[in-house]
Each structure stands twice: as C-alpha cells, then as structure tokens.
C-alpha cells in the first residue's frame, strides 16, 4: 500500500507561485523510481484532470496544454518526494491538486491509470 500526502496549496494572488509537495511512503520496500508519479487537478462542478506527470527516473515528463511553460513537476527519488512550481497562477488555476502514483512505465493522463491518490491540497488563486 502506498500513501501520498501533499502539502503547499493556499490562498495566492494572480500572477504569484506557489510549490506544492507530496510525499510518498509505503510500497513494500519498492524503490519510488520504479513508479509514475503525477498531479492532477480538480475544480468545484468539475471532472479531476490531468495536470502534470513525471517517469520514475525523472528524465521523461508531460503537462496538460493549460499549464505548459507556467508549472514545472518534479521530483526527488532519495526522499520520495515530488513537486510541482506552479508559476504565473491565474484564477482558473484553483481547484483541489491531488498527488497520484502509477504502477507503470509510461506516463499517462487519465485518472483511470493511477493506481494510489492522496487527499488532496487547496489552492486558490484571487484575482
């Protein structure tokens, strides 16, 4: 069983940053490099979608249209951690961010594809 708990989201001003954080824990003694890891978003009325995602070796990694050139995922292996620089943030940016790991090789962006989600981080962004 693995567990995700992310942490960073807070009320912001449009045009700011903010870093958000999820650590993972658990996996049976699995290294966390040999897993996806992946962000996805979901605003009030709205469907979960995909947000940014990252390969296990952290070379390989994928953004949704919407957030190209703005957020930036990564992550750190040695403190199974991953991250997410949200930059330039609009008031359509605000939602709920969740932090979702993946049992497979190739990123995806689905939310069928996850295998493990955390509760979830609030980020609001006012204009």
């Known amino acids: 069983q693995v567990q995700l708990v992310e942490s960073g989201g807070r009320l912001v001003q449009a045009g700011g940053s903010l870093r958000l954080s999820c650590a993972a824990s658990?996996?049976?003694?699995?290294?966390?490099?040999?897993?996806?890891m992946g962000w996805f978003r979901q605003a009030p009325g709205k469907e979960r979608e995909f947000v940014a995602g990252?390969?296990?070796?952290?070379?390989?990694?994928n953004y949704a249209d919407s957030v190209k050139g703005r957020f930036t995922i990564s992550r750190d292996n040695a403190k199974n951690t991953l991250f997410l620089q949200m930059n330039s943030l609009k008031p359509e940016d605000t939602a709920v961010y969740y932090c979702?790991?993946?049992?497979?090789?190739?990123?995806?962006?689905?939310?069928?594809?996850?295998?493990?989600w955390g509760q979830g981080t609030q980020v609001t962004v006012s204009s």
């Open positions: 979702a790991v993946r049992a497979g090789i190739q990123i995806a962006t689905t939310v069928s594809a996850y295998n493990y």
């Open positions: 658990g996996a049976s003694g699995r290294t966390f490099s040999v897993y996806v």
């Open positions: 990252i390969s296990g070796s952290g070379y390989s990694t």
